[in-house]
């Protein structure tokens, strides 16, 4: 199996410090902010938002994660790590890797559905565009358009060696 560098460490830090200009650009009027990933990398990438944020921002920012099973998500309600308080009137950015089918942004979205929030936006790193859902990222980091053959690989395991892969 071929495995094709397609973001290294350095433009993957370049896209994150431009998509959390992009979200302060968007919210400066905030008070606060809620930052919620997605278990696993969507969590790292939200942890990775939030301390660019706090650099060039005054604003009070809340980070939550949000913990579902990616391939039948709806045979579990998925499980949070923050209540309807923390997250009530206030701005919502839902933080995930990669944009496959959109299923498991959906799930997550249904969480904050008949909830009282100021507005909710999505962020995802790399966008393959093979969506299945109705969703869309509103901060894209990349935007690849795949065969339905080839996945999309992030590998966070190692600071300052992150890299995103088409396989």
């Known amino acids: 199996m071929k495995k094709i560098k397609i973001l290294d460490s350095q433009q993957i830090d370049q896209k994150l410090n431009r998509m959390a200009y992009q979200i302060y650009e968007s919210n400066f009027k905030e008070k606060e902010l809620f930052i919620v990933g997605i278990e696993g990398n969507g969590y790292k990438l939200a942890q990775r938002i939030v301390a660019i944020l706090e650099t060039i921002s005054k604003m009070k920012i809340k980070i939550g994660k949000i913990k579902l099973d990616k391939e039948k998500p709806w045979l579990k309600e998925p499980s949070i790590d923050f209540t309807e308080k923390d997250f009530e009137n206030k701005s919502i950015i839902l933080v995930d890797d990669v944009l496959n089918s959109g299923k498991t942004l959906m799930y997550a979205v249904k969480l904050f559905l008949n909830k009282p929030v100021k507005q909710l ?46 396989v």
């Open 121 to 166: 936006n999505t962020l995802i790193l790399v966008d393959r565009s093979h969506t299945r859902f109705p969703v869309k990222a509103d901060f894209v980091g990349l935007s690849l358009s795949t065969t339905l053959q080839e996945r999309i690989d992030t590998d966070f395991s190692k600071k300052g060696k992150e890299a995103v892969y088409l």
